[in-house]
């Protein structure tokens, strides 16, 4: 055993670092026990008898910062030496190695004033602490302890602000340097209230070479006065412009507000092709302008122009859960009195658990878990509120109405709350589709398509007071999204979707139609390369004057085979690296989200930021650390990515 022992060690001691590590034991026939003495506390690790990579990539993780040197004393190789110089020294097996350790200098391996200042800066920017936090007694001995080269100290609060905005200068620069490089970007934008204060926020969207889809947030700028559609489109274009992104803007989404609508509507920019259009028409009668409104008009709507406007898809689908829903349940004779009874009861079951300590506790020994309360601003809420109540047992949930004092829910209420769940499940499923991060707007009518077929086939399984709620939703589908089915940027943009294309279309016309307009963009996408690479036969120059040539129409047989090998190709996202024309035309139409949901999260780190240990701080600043945030400025990951 001794003689094992001694050929372990001996192997240990033919590495170059053998003076980091201290051998502890045998561990088995193949392995051996070692302690790290660069650890706080000399950490145990294991290692085989023939290599000792275990050992380099700890060297590599924990102490990535310490300048390593190499053993100055040659070690011995002949295992007789190795024995004898452990026997001759006295040392046993079950002693310390001989190896001499070196003194570690930790200030010279600590960090530099930019490196703890950069990690300070992440630390308050991505918590949302205030930046009087590095004034904080306890918090700077916290970092006192952090290993530093000599002389750095955590600057103070005034210093420290100063290096935030300098930082926050170079994530703009770099900003705007990587959305100058993007051919197509798309925006959204919402009005945010708080603290009777109104903030404009809007994010930016885009799809990188390498097929990535990016994010960042342009601005959370206060805006004063009245929310008309002037100001709002002022806004708007002054913000696209201060980011350089006139004629790069695909499309901004917002919600169904009627003030972002009209801004939308009143300054879009004149399309010449529709106006050359009309004037061919010889048998039209000539229209006369009033110069003088004219005049007034430019000077007061016509100051800007801005993008296609494309209306918040999960907002329509909350109007249609909501507005159009409880509209048919309490017009409809058959479901009237039911629906109100039942959302009356579950209202006060959730107003008394609200309120009172002991009903929730008593809700809760029920359930196993406390009840959900419906708010406005919450999508997906009253389906989840209601769906929490109907997973407690009729005969459970009774006795603990009576302990709270409300009434209880009879069978039939209890039933059509079921049963109205069972309807909303599918428009639930879609909104978080929708408002998901990496969600294009490729996704918008295969997720309606299939939100119809699978509304509609529910109605199998509905009694006759829910058997009519499917067509409604149906109906107030194609109602609402009318301007969006047959779209040709959605049609586009779905079909150019890898894991989409064709698939989501079930008319075999329509299909069709789709397809042609495939060819057709991909035609118009490459119209200088498709000319290229015609075949001719070769001959003499007198042959050529004889035979007299058609032109072959090489750019539509192109185009075609283009979109029918994209067609019948795989499904990932990659394939598109092969079909350029396509992948143009993907990075286009697929650049704006279905929803508005990115701008919604850039206010929901808005009311972190504006804590009540915050009120003081300037709307600049406020947007300042807000976009930061948003945009992980101080994330290695997220600066890589953009």
């Not at 040197?69 to 040392?91: C, I, K, L, R, W």
């Not at 300054?267 to 004219?294: K, M, R």
């Not at 299939?450 to 509304?455: D, E, F, G, H, R």
Request: aromatic share 8%; net charge neutral; charged share 25%.
């Amino acid at each position: 055993m001794e003689r094992g022992i001694e050929y372990d060690r001996a192997a240990f001691n033919t590495w170059k670092y053998r003076h980091y590590f201290e051998f502890d034991s045998l561990k088995s026939d193949k392995n051996i026990s070692v302690r790290c003495t660069l650890c706080i506390g000399r950490k145990l690790l294991s290692t085989s008898k023939n290599s000792t990579s275990n050992l380099r990539k700890h060297l590599a993780r924990c102490h990535k910062n310490v300048k390593l040197t190499e053993n100055p004393q040659d070690p011995p190789t002949d295992m007789t030496a190795v024995a004898t110089t452990s026997t001759s020294t006295g040392q046993t097996s079950d002693g310390p190695t001989p190896a001499k350790q070196v003194k570690l200098d930790v200030r010279a391996t600590g960090l530099s004033a930019a490196e703890l200042k950069k990690l300070v800066a992440a630390y308050i920017v991505e918590d949302m602490l205030p930046i009087s936090t590095v004034d904080s007694e306890s918090f700077r001995r916290i970092v006192e302890k952090i290993p530093t080269k000599s002389g750095v100290k955590l600057p103070q609060r005034k210093s420290f602000a100063g290096y935030l905005e300098r930082e926050y200068d170079k994530m703009n620069s770099n900003l705007k340097a990587t959305l100058e490089e993007a051919e197509f970007v798309s925006t959204t934008a919402d009005i945010w209230t708080v603290n009777n204060k109104s903030f404009m926020g809007v994010t930016v969207h885009w799809i990188n070479s390498t097929l990535q889809r990016n994010k960042a947030a342009l601005a959370c700028k206060r805006i004063r006065g009245s929310h008309t559609y002037d100001v709002i489109g002022a806004e708007i274009e002054e913000i696209h412009s201060s980011y350089g992104l006139q004629g790069k803007v695909v499309a901004t989404v917002t919600d169904n507000a009627s003030n972002f609508a009209k801004a939308f509507r009143v300054c879009q920019p004149c399309h010449l092709e529709s106006e050359s259009e009309n004037e061919e028409g010889d048998d039209e009668e000539p229209t006369f302008t009033d110069v003088i409104e004219a005049l007034s008009t430019a000077s007061g709507d016509a100051q800007f122009s801005l993008p296609p406007h494309y209306r918040c898809a999960s907002h329509t689908i909350n109007l249609i859960s909501t507005s159009d829903v409880d509209k048919h349940l309490n017009s409809c004779g058959d479901t009237k009195a039911v629906y109100r009874s039942s959302i009356a009861k579950c209202s006060a079951l959730w107003t008394k658990a609200s309120r009172s300590t002991s009903a929730s506790e008593q809700v809760e020994e029920v359930s196993r878990r406390k009840l959900m309360v419906p708010t406005s601003t919450r999508w997906n809420s009253l389906y989840e509120a209601i769906s929490r109540i109907i997973t407690i047992p009729l005969n459970e949930l009774n006795p603990l109405c009576v302990k709270l004092g409300i009434k209880c829910l009879n069978e039939r209420e209890y039933q059509f709350l079921k049963e109205y769940c069972t309807v909303m499940k599918p428009l639930t499923v879609a909104l978080d589709i929708l408002q998901g991060d990496e969600c294009t707007y490729g996704a918008l009518l295969p997720t309606l398509t299939s939100l119809m077929s699978k509304t509609l086939s529910l109605k199998d399984d509905l009694s006759r007071m829910t058997a009519s709620l499917p067509d409604v939703i149906v109906k107030a589908i194609k109602t609402r999204f009318d301007a969006v089915l047959d779209s040709q940027e959605g049609l586009l943009a779905a079909a150019t979707c890898p894991k989409f294309k064709l698939r989501w279309v079930r008319d075999e016309h329509r299909r069709e139609y789709v397809k042609e307009l495939l060819i057709t963009e991909c035609r118009k996408a490459a119209p200088a390369t498709e000319n290229t690479n015609v075949s001719q036969i070769p001959a003499s120059p007198a042959e050529m004057d004889f035979f007299e040539f058609q032109n072959q129409p090489s750019e539509s047989f192109s185009a075609e085979k283009e979109v029918t090998d994209f067609l019948r190709s795989g499904y990932e996202l990659e394939i598109l690296n092969q079909f350029p024309n396509l992948k143009k035309m993907y990075m286009k139409y697929n650049s704006p989200t279905p929803s508005s949901a990115p701008v919604e999260r850039l206010f929901s780190l808005g009311g972190l930021v504006l804590s009540p240990k915050r009120n003081r701080m300037s709307d600049r600043r406020f947007e300042k650390l807000l976009l930061m945030r948003y945009n992980h400025c101080f994330s290695p990951k997220e600066n890589n990515k953009t």
